[in-house]
């Protein structure tokens, strides 16, 4: 891998974010959206309710950003160099898939902490929600642990990319909302259904958000249960770096690649 060829595609990401309104609405139009929304619907359930769920919500939507953007961001860019037809050109020229790749996964970890600091901005003005005065030692534990996740559910996406092209683009805004539900981000694991419960204690996600929630009132964090999440992760992103890897040489074989869509 060469530093120099990562840093061209960096640089080819950013001036192409700059000139393109809709990946700067991806960084401040949705999240700002979600916390309007989110943060109105808890205040009207605060008035309701001596327990104090803005601090919980707001918690949940403000770490939820990571997975959303590091998993949504590495599809979206690669599907930009499909619509583009460069990606044809980019495998022409000496870059590796692996280079691509650790552009792809730097660009979803920058727009995710410029997400990350434009919804804590104004979450603190709208509602004094500031993440800062809890565990910051925990929080970065959870967002590590949310990165790896984005990661990997990228890639694995990626894969069905480069081995079916833009037939399935739908995939890049998909999957991360059907893992929402069952990840316990603005509820605890217990108020779901049995059936339910048994598939979100699996997901890695669930047991950061119950962690976040720990934390935001001040409990400890249940060591086992980060582990757990943290290993699981981490194997996730090996098993969908391999899947990946052997989907780009497979389209490269088949000339899937070269072929017009």
């Given at each position: 891998?060469?530093?120099?060829?990562v840093?061209a595609?960096?640089?080819?990401?950013y001036?192409?974010?700059?000139?393109?309104?809709?990946?700067?609405?991806?960084?401040?139009?949705w999240?700002?959206?979600?916390?309007?929304i989110?943060?109105?619907?808890?205040?009207?359930?605060?008035?309701?309710?001596?327990?104090?769920?803005?601090?919980?919500v707001?918690?949940?939507?403000?770490?939820?950003?990571f997975?959303?953007?590091?998993?949504?961001?590495?599809?979206?860019?690669?599907?930009?160099?499909?619509?583009?037809?460069?990606?044809?050109?980019?495998?022409?020229?000496?870059?590796?898939?692996?280079?691509?790749?650790?552009?792809?996964?730097?660009t979803?970890?920058v727009?995710?902490?410029?997400?990350?600091?434009?919804?804590?901005?104004?979450?603190?003005?709208?509602?004094?929600?500031?993440?800062?005065?809890?565990?910051?030692?925990h929080?970065?534990i959870l967002?590590?642990?949310?990165?790896?996740?984005?990661?990997g559910?990228?890639?694995?996406?990626s894969?069905?990319?480069?081995?079916?092209?833009?037939?399935?683009?739908?995939?890049?805004?998909?999957?991360?909302?059907?893992?929402?539900?069952?990840?316990?981000?603005?509820?605890?694991?217990?108020?779901?259904?049995?059936?339910?419960?048994?598939i979100?204690i699996?997901l890695?996600?669930?047991?950061?958000?119950?962690?976040?929630r720990?934390?935001?009132h001040?409990?400890?964090?249940?060591?086992?249960?980060?582990?757990?999440?943290?290993?699981?992760?981490?194997i996730?992103?090996?098993?969908?770096?391999?899947?990946?890897?052997?989907?780009?040489e497979?389209s490269?074989?088949n000339?899937?690649?070269?072929?017009?869509?």
């Amino acid at each position: 891998m060469k530093l120099h060829r990562v840093k061209a595609m960096l640089l080819n990401y950013y001036y192409f974010s700059l000139d393109s309104l809709d990946r700067l609405f991806d960084i401040f139009y949705w999240p700002i959206i979600d916390i309007f929304i989110w943060g109105f619907m808890t205040f009207y359930i605060q008035g309701l309710s001596e327990y104090n769920i803005l601090n919980t919500v707001l918690g949940g939507i403000v770490l939820w950003i990571f997975l959303w953007r590091t998993s949504q961001d590495i599809v979206v860019y690669l599907l930009e160099s499909f619509w583009s037809r460069s990606l044809y050109h980019l495998f022409s020229s000496p870059l590796k898939s692996s280079e691509l790749l650790t552009s792809l996964l730097v660009t979803g970890f920058v727009r995710a902490f410029a997400a990350f600091g434009v919804m804590l901005s104004v979450s603190y003005l709208l509602y004094h929600f500031n993440v800062f005065i809890y565990n910051w030692f925990h929080f970065s534990i959870l967002i590590s642990i949310l990165l790896i996740m984005g990661w990997g559910m990228g890639m694995l996406v990626s894969s069905f990319i480069f081995l079916f092209g833009t037939r399935v683009q739908v995939l890049a805004w998909s999957p991360v909302w059907v893992l929402q539900p069952f990840s316990c981000v603005f509820y605890p694991l217990s108020a779901l259904p049995s059936w339910a419960a048994k598939i979100a204690i699996v997901l890695p996600t669930t047991h950061v958000f119950e962690q976040m929630r720990a934390t935001v009132h001040g409990q400890p964090l249940n060591v086992p249960s980060v582990i757990y999440a943290l290993v699981v992760s981490i194997i996730f992103l090996c098993i969908a770096a391999y899947i990946v890897s052997w989907a780009v040489e497979s389209s490269r074989r088949n000339g899937k690649l070269a072929k017009a869509e």
